[in-house]
């Protein structure tokens, strides 16, 4: 790399390869010569150079996104990073006007610009994705609105509830997903271009021109803070490891849920492997990687806290570290939404084992103590007085029905208590799987999502 300036020797060859980023953030290259135009621009309105000149430098910023668009531009990486590639490509393109390009800039707050760019951009993506995937989860709730199954708590067989109702249950989840994630952009959308290495420049450009140009809705206060700010980077990552903590306890669900123990569901061949040594296997490998490449989310996510931490003010090398796990994480919660919105349309649903497992008459004991309670009994003692009714059907291998049938106490109707569609039908509040309730939330969703 040649070096001017300050510097009489070449940077040593294993230094080079050390600190070049140019193999990973070349990505940005699409904000790095968006932010250029616009700061071309404010050149040009500051009287820094002429009409000519940013005429020269927006044709020759095109024409080399135009070319690394296509793969034809040759990354060099003795020129470091992505905004030496591209200054030095067009000050090779067009000469002197090229070199101008930089005045009133720093990398610093060059990088701090493209990365809020790139972060915008990629949580309005993220987001879409997010809408696909609460769309395939309705079709298949309403494709299964009548499947009855076992809800668990601590993998213990607890209530009957509707598959959709589950199903819903993410649907919800990735909505908060969805809000964090338009929140974390309000925080990247703050234009920091212009404040230099540190301390801004004498040579005062129009922000409010180049945010605008750009699509900021606000512009930075402080030179120091803008710099070095990765608090969005940060938001970001948590917002995406979060929707990794959903997508493996779903993968979680979907694993047990298709072993021969439970046979809820069955994956289609599409989204399963095989095994290289039993014949006979079928593996939910799409579910199980998902749940692994949350591992991957969580370390990039304290990867980058880690990183902050022992920072000093302001800007410093080590952000250098910054994007890499940014891109990873991006690229994995992404294809695991793509992943999931393609597999589960071809989920299999086994209707008839999942009522056979919400028929265990134990599911319905908060029943029984809701209807002692509703004759006047207090629940606490409605409570233990089915408790004991568990204990001795667990004792005696009678059914806990059979039992509540010879009780003075259940006289009257005690049958259909044990009918798992209709404690269903009366589970009528707000937010309770009555089969009723699940098909306005089907409705209300996709209202939403069509909007």
Not at 303 to 314: H, I, Q, V
Not at 350 to 378: K, W, Y
Request: proline share 4%; net charge negative; aromatic share 6%.
């Amino acid at each position: 790399m040649t070096r001017k300036g300050r510097f009489r020797d070449h940077l040593a060859d294993v230094a080079l390869r050390y600190s070049e980023s140019v193999s990973f953030d070349r990505r940005l290259y699409k904000h790095d010569i968006a932010g250029s135009i616009a700061h071309a621009t404010a050149l040009g309105h500051a009287g820094i150079i002429d009409e000519g000149e940013v005429a020269s430098i927006v044709s020759g910023l095109r024409s080399i996104e135009e070319e690394i668009t296509s793969g034809a531009f040759e990354w060099d990486p003795q020129l470091e990073d992505v905004h030496m590639n591209i200054e030095a490509a067009l000050t090779k393109r067009i000469g002197a006007a090229g070199a101008k390009l930089h005045t009133a800039r720093s990398r610093n707050d060059q990088i701090a610009l493209d990365l809020r760019l790139y972060t915008k951009a990629e949580i309005t993506h993220v987001c879409a994705a997010i809408r696909g995937f609460q769309s395939a989860l309705i079709e298949l709730a309403n494709r299964n609105l009548d499947v009855v199954m076992p809800g668990y708590t601590h993998l213990q067989r607890a209530q009957p509830i509707l598959f959709a109702h589950y199903l819903l249950s993410f649907v919800e989840a990735l909505k908060r997903d969805d809000n964090r994630l338009i929140d974390c952009a309000k925080r990247a959308d703050v234009m920091p271009l212009g404040s230099g290495a540190i301390a801004g420049s004498t040579i005062a450009l129009d922000r409010e021109l180049i945010a605008k140009q750009l699509g900021f809705s606000a512009i930075s206060q402080n030179s120091m803070d803008a710099v070095s700010d990765r608090d969005f980077v940060a938001e970001f990552l948590f917002c995406l490891a979060l929707i990794g903590a959903h997508l493996s306890r779903l993968s979680e669900d979907l694993i047990l849920w298709s072993t021969a123990e439970f046979g809820f569901v069955m994956l289609s061949d599409a989204f399963s492997t095989g095994s290289s040594l039993m014949p006979q296997k079928k593996n939910p490998d799409m579910a199980e990687l998902t749940r692994g490449k949350t591992g991957r989310l969580y370390g990039n996510l304290v990867a980058m806290l880690t990183l902050l931490k022992g920072l000093p003010s302001t800007y410093n090398r080590d952000l250098q570290e910054d994007k890499e796990p940014l891109f990873d994480s991006i690229d994995t919660v992404t294809a695991a939404l793509r992943v999931f919105t393609e597999m589960l349309p071809t989920l299999t649903v086994n209707s008839g084992r999942m009522l056979e497992a919400a028929s265990d008459p134990n599911l319905l004991a908060t029943d029984l103590a809701e209807f002692l309670v509703q004759r006047g009994m207090p629940f606490r003692d409605a409570h233990n007085v089915v408790g004991e009714l568990a204990a001795q059907a667990a004792e005696t291998g009678r059914p806990l029905d059979e039992l509540c049938k010879s009780s003075p106490l259940f006289e009257g109707g005690v049958a259909q208590l044990f009918d798992p569609r209709e404690s269903l039908r009366r589970r009528t509040a707000t937010g309770a799987p009555s089969p009723e309730n699940v098909r306005e939330q089907i409705a209300r969703w996709r209202e939403l999502l069509a909007c």
